[in-house]
């Protein structure tokens, strides 16, 4: 079993910068894929940012330009820098992570618990 366990949200001003953490633990053969995904009220989730481990990172179009994903391999964690946070950023924010687990060596689909990031104008 994988645990993704989120860091770093909160309540910040339009135009301020936030920093999400996400640390994965538990017994993990190789981290395939991390990513963050958003879910404001009433709406779906989203994809924001994601970093497979075998190709560059991509991000929503929303996220482009402002939103910066990197990733610690040695500590199976990724971050997310969301700089210029405009109020419709509002949402809780969930870590994504694709991981290989030995023993059954089958790929599995992880999410964290979510943390909130609220901009205020």
């Known amino acids: 079993q994988v645990q993704l366990v989120e860091s770093g949200g909160g309540l910040v001003q339009a135009g301020g910068s936030l920093r999400l953490s996400c640390a994965a633990s538990g017994s993990i053969f190789s981290m395939k894929y991390m990513g963050w995904?958003?879910?404001a009220p009433g709406k779906q989730r989203e994809l924001v940012a994601?970093?497979?481990s075998d190709a560059?990172?991509?991000y929503a179009?929303?996220?482009k330009g402002r939103f910066?994903?990197?990733r610690d391999n040695?500590?199976?964690t990724v971050y997310l820098q969301m700089n210029s946070l405009k109020p419709e950023d509002t949402a809780v924010y969930y870590c994504n992570a694709v991981a290989t687990v030995p023993g059954t060596w089958s790929t599995y689909n992880y999410w964290g618990q979510g943390t909130q990031v609220t901009v205020s104008t």
Request: net charge positive.
């Open 37 to 39: 995904h958003r879910q």
């Open 56 to 58: 560059g990172p991509y």
């Open 68 to 70: 910066t994903i990197s």
């Open 61 to 63: 179009d929303s996220a």
């Open 50 to 52: 994601g970093m497979p």
């Open 74 to 76: 040695a500590k199976n």
